[in-house]
């Protein structure tokens, strides 16, 4: 098991910056990815970033450049700075733990974080 602790959602302006942490308990593989999903209501969950332990960014396509993921594989996190932020970001975020072995597919996830931009 991979316990997930995330911090640092919030209410913000429109235009603002926010940034969320997300603490892993462990890291049972060494080839994994970390991220980002996000869901607002009455919408499906979507990948915001998620970059793997060799270091490679992914970016959902409505980043725009606006979001930066970042990890520390030594200490098990993974950091959303996201700037630039828009009502249509509001949502609540999750991290992700993921990895796959030849048989199965693992995905953990934090408990969420709400991030709400007013207008």
């Known amino acids: 098991q991979v316990q997930l602790v995330e911090s640092g959602g919030g209410l913000v302006q429109t235009g603002g910056s926010l940034n969320l942490s997300c603490a892993a308990s462990r890291s049972p593989v060494t ?3 970390m991220g980002w999903y996000r869901q607002a209501p009455g919408r499906q969950r979507e990948m915001v970033a998620r970059e793997t332990s060799s270091g490679s960014p992914y970016y959902g396509d409505f980043v725009d450049g606006r979001f930066r993921i ?15 932020l828009k009502p249509e970001d509001t949502a609540v975020y999750y991290c992700n733990y993921h990895y796959s072995t030849y048989s199965r597919v693992y995905d953990y996830w934090g408990q969420g974080t709400q991030v709400t931009v007013a207008s």
């Open 31 to 33: 080839v994994n990815e």
């Open 70 to 84: 970042s990890r520390d594989i030594a200490q098990n996190t993974v950091t959303l700075q996201m700037n630039n």
